[in-house]
């Protein structure tokens, strides 16, 4: 807790007054301040973002939860004008930790069948509830990332790059569009347990998700195909092998598109904290 500025901590108590412990996490995010509370009641993620932003999550966290997805509800707080959102912690580690780990017993295909049948679960949330929300558009939460990590300068074009992948048609839908190894979080007995990282959930087309999805997949040296052949499985199982729900060309097209931007944003992190 002495290596947290006391800024943070004061902010945190405000939320979790019976706070015992607080740490930054093992696979810290991108962007946001992000800390692992410990209190006698459990662990909570605090996170500070910005007010609409932490406002769009909690929204969306709930919408999500009651569609039956495995997502973490938060609650958002003001502390001298800087905004913070606070959910309980999953249990467990991120799938990119099993990963770098060799967890035992670690099957990544089942547990992305987990991951696709939450995908299904989430194409049942109303769209027309999230109207009024602001960020609630995969590319303009695209922008406020880009922007606080980058520049504003350069933020509309990552965000005219997203928004144009997002036009067209398909379905439209609120997804988690963020479904990497590191937003997964896998139980102490290797099954899945939850997503995490609520800034990830925005209105998308459903072919942009998975294309995310399905590109992250094929990063571990699986098949996209395989995941996609998976989706259309569960959705659809009297559905003919040889038709495609999804739009194969459109995911693998997107998930390529997403990987050089996600590496460029990478790359522009780290000469930012050199």
């Not at 707080?77 to 249990?91: D, L, S, T």
């Not at 504003?152 to 839908?173: D, L």
């Not at 997804?175 to 347990?193: M, Q, R, W």
């Not at 395989?226 to 060309?249: G, R």
Request: with cysteine.
């Amino acid at each position: 807790m002495k290596l947290v500025p006391y800024f943070y901590l004061s902010a945190i108590r405000s939320a979790l007054p019976d706070i015992t412990d607080l740490r930054c996490p093992n696979v810290p995010g991108t962007l946001n301040t992000t800390f692992i509370a410990s209190t006698p009641r459990g662990e909570f993620v605090c996170k500070f973002n910005h007010r609409d932003m932490a406002n769009k999550n909690a929204k969306f966290s709930r919408l999500m939860a009651r569609a039956g997805v495995a997502v973490p509800q938060s609650t958002v707080h003001k502390y001298n004008g800087c905004w913070f959102e606070v959910y309980p912690m999953i249990p467990g580690k991120t799938l990119f930790e099993c990963i770098e780990n060799n967890e035992k017993n670690l099957n990544v295909m089942d547990v992305y069948e987990d991951v696709v049948k939450q995908f299904v679960k989430m194409t049942s949330v109303p769209v027309a509830l999230v109207d009024d929300v602001k960020f609630k558009n995969i590319h303009q939460v695209t922008y406020r990332n880009v922007a606080d990590m980058t520049s504003p300068i350069v933020a509309p074009v990552f965000a005219g790059i997203v928004r144009a992948m997002n036009a067209g048609r398909g379905h439209t839908g609120l997804y988690h569009c963020g479904i990497t190894p590191k937003n997964i979080i896998v139980s102490d007995t290797n099954k899945f347990a939850g997503l995490v990282d609520l800034d990830d959930i925005a209105v998308a087309k459903r072919d942009y998700a998975f294309g995310v999805m399905a590109t992250q997949y094929a990063n571990l040296g699986y098949r996209a195909n395989d995941l996609i052949d998976m989706y259309e499985q569960i959705t659809f199982p009297n559905h003919d092998a040889n038709v495609s729900v999804l739009n194969n060309k459109a995911i693998n097209r997107i998930g390529r598109t997403n990987d050089i931007g996600r590496w460029f944003m990478w790359q522009a992190k780290k000469n930012r904290t050199k």
